[in-house]
């Protein structure tokens, strides 16, 4: 890996993502991306008998998928990096054990995608490991339990909260192995913090650090928005996505054209989820259906993916702490 | 710029940019909420009188309250409540369905943590500041009350 700059990094090795998953629930199957994701999950308990247990049942039937699609045995998967948003990473340890993969725990909110990812082809950089397996996910009910109410508690949401995304999306990564999209760049992320202390909006706590992400990557790979055919930010949502284009445009970058948002885009108006998705399964579940299979269509040449991930604690915000942002980037390239 | 107008700018600057939810509508979906509970409970309490008109005041109004809780209740644990709540706001929350639907939420919600540190302990989870909050302010009304009563 070679430095370029202070915060991003040059990947040297060929690293292709060779297979990707996506598995998403009810409500993401109905939204405007049904036709790219693998697998849509009628029964968001997936015959569980808790929430917290159909999590880890959409991760186990996601990285199996993901192993298969791969062409390979689960003894030939070097390393599996990856988290989710439960407490002590609840649902990706579980399925670690049941799949006795060597395990690296990650935790950077909803921003865990590009930071597995990052992870991930550093492993593969270093040598040594081959197939590195990463991936990500949330539940909508099992983060509402966690973070809110209770999902029966009759309240009114605010207008410019978001919605947690159900879904897991898993990529699988290889140095030895080959496929259309690589792995060029990643830019780790500062975590930042504007101050913002209202726990609904997490579009505005996270713009901030999208955009010292981004706005650093440009500096320090002496490019610009039009180098690019697809900047993607994780789950900004409608509110934190205007927000962001605003802070981008101050710094001279008017990304108007060939940006979207992962959160913003899995919802139609219509299905009743504010500002858009969010949640680890956001930008994980979006990459690794329609980035993807547009990269290896050779629809997009070059894409930016910048996952966001809002760290707040329940305790610290209930104590009048402000919300800590950040954001990874990686950057891919297809064929 | 220093941090703290870097973020005092970017606040003012997000809150101007946030959208704000219409208070008139809300205010009228309160309003219609609201009132379509009370005038069920009128409704209840005018059945009743009709069968027992020597009914006094204080137990008529139990069982109104009996009623509009099994409702509530019922609802809930249907999943209904949350969408009349999500219309109404204030409107459903005021009335003791509000109070009722927080409790068996929080019921059916933590039953999956075991009956007592799951149902026990967590039942009163969102009613629980209220009910602090109900003890709080009787407790200066009552002082109130002394005090004028010794004049």
């Known amino acids: ?335 | 710029m220093d941090k703290q107008t870097r973020n005092e700018k970017y606040i003012e600057y997000v809150e101007a940019k946030t959208p704000k939810a219409g208070w008139f509508t809300s205010l009228f979906h309160a309003f219609v909420m609201g009132a379509t509970i009370c005038c069920l409970g009128q409704m209840f309490s005018d059945i009743i009188r009709s069968f027992y008109p020597m009914m006094d005041l204080l137990t008529l109004g139990s069982w109104i309250n009996i009623i509009i809780i099994t409702l509530t209740i019922l609802l809930t644990a249907f999943g209904c409540f949350d969408r009349l709540a999500k219309y109404g706001g204030a409107g459903t929350f005021i009335p003791i369905s509000g109070f009722a639907n927080s409790i068996a939420s929080c019921a059916i919600e933590f039953k999956k943590e075991g009956l007592v540190f799951g149902i026990g302990a967590k039942m009163f989870y969102v009613a629980g500041p209220v009910l602090v909050n109900g003890v709080a302010y009787s407790l200066v009304v009552g002082i109130v009350y002394f005090i004028i009563s010794l004049f």
């Open chain 1, 1 to 335: 890996m070679k430095k370029i700059g202070l915060q991003t990094y040059e990947i040297e090795k060929n690293i292709s993502v060779i297979a990707t998953t996506s598995l998403v629930g009810n409500k993401e199957g109905q939204g405007p991306l049904a036709d790219y994701f693998d697998f849509i999950e009628k029964d968001d308990k997936m015959g569980e008998k808790t929430f917290e247990k159909a999590e880890r049942t959409m991760f186990l039937k996601a990285l199996s998928d993901v192993i298969k699609k791969a062409g390979l045995k689960k003894e030939q998967v070097d390393l599996y990096v990856g988290g989710d948003l439960m407490n002590q990473l609840v649902s990706s340890n579980y399925v670690a054990s049941e799949l006795q993969i060597p395990f690296l725990g990650l935790y950077n909110a909803c921003a865990t995608m590009t930071e597995s990812l990052i992870v991930g082809a550093s492993m593969l950089e270093a040598g040594g490991a081959k197939n590195v397996m990463c991936a990500t996910g949330s539940h909508f009910s099992t983060a509402e339990r966690q973070y809110r109410y209770p999902l029966e508690f009759g309240n009114q949401r605010q207008s410019y909260a978001q919605w947690t995304v159900t879904g897991v999306g898993a990529t699988m990564l290889s140095s030895t192995h080959s496929s259309n999209v690589k792995i060029k760049k990643v830019t780790i992320g500062k975590v930042t913090d504007f101050g913002i202390t209202d726990i609904a909006n997490m579009g505005a706590a996270m713009a901030p650090a999208a955009m010292e992400t981004l706005s650093t990557f440009f500096e320090e790979t002496k490019t610009n928005q039009k180098d690019y055919d697809l900047i993607a930010t994780g789950d900004l949502g409608k509110l934190g996505s205007d927000i962001f284009k605003d802070l981008m445009k101050q710094k001279g970058y008017d990304i108007e054209t060939n940006y979207i948002d992962c959160g913003h885009m899995i919802y139609t108006i219509d299905q009743d989820t504010l500002q858009g998705g969010s949640g680890a399964g956001c930008s994980a579940s979006v990459f690794n259906s329609y980035i993807i299979k547009k990269l290896s269509s050779g629809e997009f040449k070059k894409v930016l993916l910048i996952s966001t991930g809002a760290l707040m604690s329940t305790t610290t915000n209930q104590q009048g702490d402000s919300i800590p942002g950040i954001a990874h980037l990686v950057m891919l390239e297809g064929k």
